[in-house]
């Protein structure tokens, strides 16, 4: 029944190791991503002939300024599937919407997100579901495999490898963002200009049984580009600085290039008035559970 509808929820990078650079200069990682209640929607409207070609219309609080154009993630998505899966050129495109609720550019996947949405909305549109999506998905950014099933998962290589994440205990998730889009290269490249040495993949448990042993392991852990990216933009750090101060706050880190940052809670109420504080700086936030977790809501 039309108008399908996707979710397309933020990624958060727990943790972010760079381990080595391949000869191409992408860089290898180990990281655990998890995805938040936080998210876009894309929405497949109505069909239209093949010949008017697939359309989309941007709205939602960080919409304004965005491109709908072919270079858009989400059309680059559907042309993707398209040619991946053989699709006949008299199928149907398809009008969509996407309602930006996800800052951009910043660190959370959001544009990665938007893309696998498509992917599954768009095969199940165009009965081709049996079409393997990974590559596809990879051959669209980084983040976008990770993005498909939107469940917890350790991420490898240069985000093409997925593996199965520690389990993860009952977790309230705070996001905030300083209104700085922070752009990937700048980040990598003030990495690679400090001097500093590549990381060994982390060592984790098979499960956490609360949230206080999840911030205890993460502390033994790093993400990579934060320094970097706060020396680029310090308000980063006043950011992590509120975070920690919050009540009942056992963790903060930045997520992915930055700028946004998370921290962890075991209470939601707790995790919603810390995000309701850090609206009073003139920051964006936004505070629920993170998903897959036994309070899957």
Same mark, same amino acid.
Do not use: Y
């Given at each position: 029944?039309? #108008? *399908?509808?996707?979710?397309? @929820? !933020?990624? +958060?990078?727990?943790f972010l190791h +760079? &381990?080595?650079r391949r000869d191409n200069g992408y860089h290898e990682l180990d990281s655990l991503a998890v995805f938040t209640q936080t998210a876009d929607l894309l929405t497949l409207e109505a069909p239209c002939p093949a010949e008017h070609g697939m359309s989309l219309a941007i709205d939602g609080p960080f919409g304004a300024g965005l491109e709908a154009g072919s270079d858009n993630l989400v059309l680059r998505a559907a042309s %993707?599937?398209?040619? !991946?899966?053989?699709?006949?050129? &008299?199928? #149907? *495109?398809?009008?969509?919407?996407? &309602?930006k609720n996800l800052p951009v550019a910043s660190g959370i996947g /959001?544009?990665? %997100? =938007? *893309? %696998? !949405?498509a992917l599954r909305l768009l095969a199940a549109a165009w009965q081709?579901?049996?079409? =393997?999506?990974? #590559? +596809? !998905? %990879?051959s669209l950014g980084a983040d976008v495999p990770v993005c498909i099933a939107q469940k917890s998962r350790r991420m490898q290589g240069i985000g093409e490898i997925l593996v199965a994440a520690p389990r993860l205990p009952r977790c309230a998730m705070v996001l905030v963002n300083p209104g700085v889009a922070v752009p990937t290269p700048a980040v990598f490249r003030a990495w690679k200009e400090s001097g500093a040495a590549f990381r060994p993949s982390a060592t984790l448990p098979a499960q956490w049984h609360d949230v206080a042993a999840l911030a205890e392991s993460l502390r033994s852990t790093s993400n990579d580009l934060q320094a970097p990216a706060i020396a680029l933009f310090p308000v980063i750090g006043e950011v992590l600085s509120h975070l920690e101060?919050?009540?009942?706050? @056992?963790?903060?880190?930045?997520? /992915?290039? /930055?700028a946004t940052c998370f921290g962890l809670y075991a209470d939601l109420d707790a995790a919603c008035r810390a995000a309701e504080t850090l609206r009073a700086q003139g920051w964006w936030a936004d505070a629920g559970w993170v998903q897959n977790t036994? =309070?899957?809501?």
């Open positions: 029944m039309l #108008p *399908a509808r996707s979710l397309a @929820h !933020a990624k +958060i990078n727990l +760079i &381990t080595a %993707a599937l398209r040619l !991946a899966a053989s699709l006949s050129d &008299t199928l #149907p *495109a398809w009008q969509m919407r996407l &309602t /959001g544009g990665s %997100a =938007d *893309a %696998a !949405a081709c579901e049996d079409v =393997d999506l990974a #590559p +596809i !998905a %990879a101060r919050s009540e009942e706050c @056992h963790f903060a880190r930045m997520s /992915g290039s /930055g036994e =309070d899957r809501r």
